[in-house]
């Protein structure tokens, strides 16, 4: 009998509603009663306005402990209305307590949200004040108890897998503002693309601001004690409940002064078929340091250096890492800027329809397409990749053959391919090896040493290579 696998990587992120709704709502401008400010062994000071909190998204199995799929770390600074959101890639390769070097996603199997927390410390450098823990399972609940939200899909996303664990999974989501109510935000959430970890991270903030945009919408904000009490039992954490309860009203402040989403620094990397994220620690630290608003002193940046070196020594031969696509430079506004030219299409769209006296009528819904067309066209066009240099590769072994991802990584990269990632896929019976691109790639995957169905679905430069069991290498 075949064992289906958890497709946790399709899951990484559909816990962050709950994290909005309980995580910023009860900490964000939460007055923590610290008392002085602390210094840590790393030698940062986190002064007793500022907070860090762990939050954490745990995709349990009755069978299965689970694993934090996501792994975020809140910053707060109540003084200063102000907060920050680092991400961290769940196959961050850290130092486990027990356990030597593994994934950070493995510490809560192997110890539970203690371990994580010890773990989260360790690598950041600071300690962390509370952790809030999500059961994923809670997600479309969340979203429906919101009624849905806006979310402005960024590009074309399309994937069909009938082996998935939850009764078959499709995507099928176009460019553009939508509604979405809990089924369909999991589509966005569940979508993987040629960019790997830098893609998925891009989206949970993108996902991020949608639902704190609905949350703070004057409807929603009436419902919000309601609403937490109906999801608190996929909830574990820390902190007191009545104390979140009592932040509500205090979002707006928030939002109005931002809340900063950053990735966790360093560069993606594979050993066989089994990917990991590589840390730079001082970077890390110096991002840490700037969070609290403070330089990285002296006797900090040579622990940091030095912790660094320990980290490089112990890193696995073999290992081939890869360089960051965006190179150590997340670009977490971009999905705002998305936002803000569908803002200025709709603007425009609205002023045409009021001149002409015409809203909603068949013409101007016509010349509308009509422009938005061109526009993606001319867009399309200056964004063509010019070679195998600009599309970036995620390539996931689905088909049991053990180091087949790394071997095709290779052939890619040898072709001059942008790798970005290599990992072992959910299953292992896949029959035929496809490659899933934009039409304008399509010359560019011609010739590969190895049978393979190039399939339309992804971004201009992008590609996800699905290796099957008829790989002839």
Known sequence: ???????????????????????????????????????????????????????????????????????MVLTVDTEKEKGSIMSIPRDTRVRIEGHGY??????????????????????????????????????????????????????????????????????D??????????????????????????GRIRRQQHFMRAVMEKVLTPSIIGKLPSIIREIRDGIETDMPFDEMLSMANLLPTMKENGIAGVMLPGKPAYLDDVSYWLPDIVEVRKLVADQLDQKLSDK?????????????????EGITVLEDPDKGKFAADKPEADDKDQKDQKDKKDQKENTDGKIGSEDNASLNRDETDDAEKDSKASQKAEGPGDISVLIINDSGINGAGA???????????????????????????IIITDDSNTAWFYGMPFDCTIMDGEEDREAVVYIGKDLNL
């Open 1 to 71: 009998m075949r064992r289906k696998r958890t497709r946790r990587s399709y899951k990484r992120v559909i816990i962050i509603a709950v994290f909005i709704l309980v995580a910023i709502i009860g900490v964000v401008m939460g007055q923590f009663g610290r008392m002085g400010n602390r210094v840590s062994d790393s030698g940062l000071e986190v002064a007793s306005n500022q907070s860090h909190i762990m939050l954490m998204g745990v995709d349990r199995r009755q069978d299965d402990a689970g694993r934090s799929d996501t792994l």
């Open 102 to 171: 593994d994934k950070i996603n493995h510490a809560y199997p192997y110890g539970g949200h203690k371990l994580t927390r010890s773990t989260v410390e360790e690598l950041l450098g600071v300690p962390m004040d509370y952790y809030v823990l999500v059961d994923i399972h809670a997600f479309e609940r969340i979203i429906d108890a919101l009624d849905g939200i806006d979310i402005n899909v960024e590009k074309r996303m399309y994937y069909e897998d009938p082996w998935d664990d939850d009764g078959g999974l499709v995507i």
């Open 173 to 198: 989501l176009y460019p553009g503002m939508q509604h979405m109510d809990g089924e369909q935000a999991i589509q966005y959430v569940r979508y993987r693309d040629g960019e790997g970890d830098i």
């Open 407 to 433: 071997k095709v990584a290779d052939m890619l990269k040898a072709k001059g391919f942008n790798v970005t990632g290599v990992d072992t896929g959910s299953r292992s019976d896949r029959e035929h090896t």
């Open 300 to 316: 900090a940046l040579m622990k940091a250096e030095e912790e660094l070196s320990a980290y490089d020594e112990d890193i696995p």
